[in-house]
């Protein structure tokens, strides 16, 4: 399965109930925000169970580029830092098409006296910047560009002090500018106004930046980091809650049976919600030591709910996927914001359920979701990964579906076809 390479075009499988065992990949967030806090710690840190998608490859390349030792060797990583901040080349990195090493790349330069242009292809030139842009800039630093890729970076007079953020707009932006406040004088200060939306994956940076010795208190809307140093140190990156949503939602879509190995140590992952909101929808779901088995009995109807998904909104397709199996109306609410994500993940998401008869019902806050009988369909996954992946699992009730630019998994599990079985 490892050698396995997805083709342009993926006609998936179909058949009755499943009983799978599923190695899911690392976390690509909690991956892509070690590399970043490693490179800045002084000395070798050492990494493990990271993810090869294409996220982490774009920023292990960066990080390369930027003068950090990367080393891969059996399954680990090793990242000798710190970054030369006093550095006066100018520097090229490209972050192909991954919005969170796009973000992070453009905080870490922040932190470099030479100039770094951060690039991206496709649909990240187009994505939203201008709110890590502005707070740079407000703590002293020079910004070129804007307010799409490519963006050039320098340090300029860059100082710690307070910034304000919006909280609507990405919690990406406040997790860059935290990780390199431990280098900023005086520390830095975020306030956080507006609706604050994937609150968890903030708490997770600031989780992995305590690891690695900074001090970081959240309170409510203020966060603090002060000025110090991180320490190199290992870690041990726990599964993707995000890919295990896909074995657990197939079982629940097919019946029988998924276990996923080691899903039960995840912890710093909001998307771990995934199993409690289908033991709401009719399945059950156990841990069996540090694997978690999802079943549902094939003669047991699914349940539709109604789920706010504002803090887990990676799991949108997902659980739409498995709405359009279950019985009644289910409501997904929260997530308007997803629209700025690799697709408008509400109206791509939308069109490429109807494609199946589903009834779907969009609006700015999230989706309705109408269960019944599935149709075939060829699937345009929107140039989004989590698109392919959820929507290729009606695929197994549906007889004939094909989804187009399966490559396009490789972002975040290059392996998810062959993996799960889904591959004809």
């Not at 409510?220 to 320490?231: F, T």
């Not at 039960?264 to 998307?271: K, Y």
């Amino acid at each position: 399965m490892n050698g396995w390479r997805a083709s342009q075009s993926v006609v998936v499988r179909s058949g009755g109930p499943i009983d799978i065992d599923v190695v899911v990949p690392g976390s690509k967030s909690i991956a892509n925000r070690t590399l970043v806090i490693a490179a800045l710690s002084p000395g070798r840190s050492s990494l493990s169970n990271v993810p090869d998608g294409d996220d982490v490859a774009a920023m292990k390349g960066a990080l390369r580029s930027l003068g950090i030792l990367v080393e891969e060797s059996a399954g680990s990583i090793h990242v000798t830092g710190p970054l030369d901040i006093n550095g006066t080349e100018n520097l090229e990195l490209d972050a192909r098409l991954a919005g969170t090493t796009s973000r992070f790349l453009i905080a870490l330069s922040a932190l470099r006296h030479g100039r770094t242009t951060i690039s991206g292809e496709g649909r990240l030139r187009e994505r939203p910047f201008a709110e890590l842009v502005e707070a740079i800039r407000h703590l002293g630093a020079n910004v070129e560009g804007g307010p799409g890729l490519p963006i050039s970076v320098s340090r300029g007079d860059l100082r710690g002090g307070t910034v304000s953020m919006n909280g609507s707009v990405s919690s990406q932006f406040v997790s860059a500018l935290m990780m390199i406040g431990p280098f900023l004088s005086g520390g830095l200060r975020i306030e956080l106004t507006g609706e604050v939306v994937s609150a968890s994956y903030i708490e997770m940076t600031g989780s992995l930046m305590t690891h690695f010795g900074a001090r970081v208190a959240i309170d409510g809307r203020v966060i603090d980091v002060a000025e110090g140093e991180y320490r190199a140190t290992n870690l041990d990156i726990e599964p993707d809650a995000s890919s295990a949503s896909y074995p657990a939602a197939f079982a629940a879509i097919a019946g029988g049976s998924a276990r996923i190995s080691q899903g039960a140590t995840v912890r710093l992952q909001s998307d771990r919600v995934v199993f409690a909101i289908l033991r709401r929808m009719g399945c059950s779901v156990e841990d069996v030591g540090d694997d978690i088995v999802v079943r549902r009995d094939p003669s047991s109807a699914l349940i539709a709910v109604d789920v706010d998904l504002r803090d887990s909104s990676d799991l949108v397709p997902t659980i739409a996927a498995v709405a359009a199996t279950a019985r009644g109306t289910t409501r997904i609410r929260g997530v308007g914001f997803i629209r700025q994500k690799e697709s408008d993940r509400i109206a791509d998401l939308a069109k490429e359920l109807r494609r199946f008869g589903v009834e779907v019902r969009e609006d700015a806050d999230g989706l309705d979701i109408v269960g019944g009988p599935l149709t075939s369909a060829s699937v345009d996954p929107h140039h989004d990964h989590r698109l392919a992946m959820a929507l290729s699992l009606l695929g197994w009730n549906a007889e004939g579906t094909v989804i187009s630019d399966s490559r396009v998994v490789a972002k975040s599990w290059p392996s998810y076809f062959a993996d799960m079985g889904l591959s004809q």
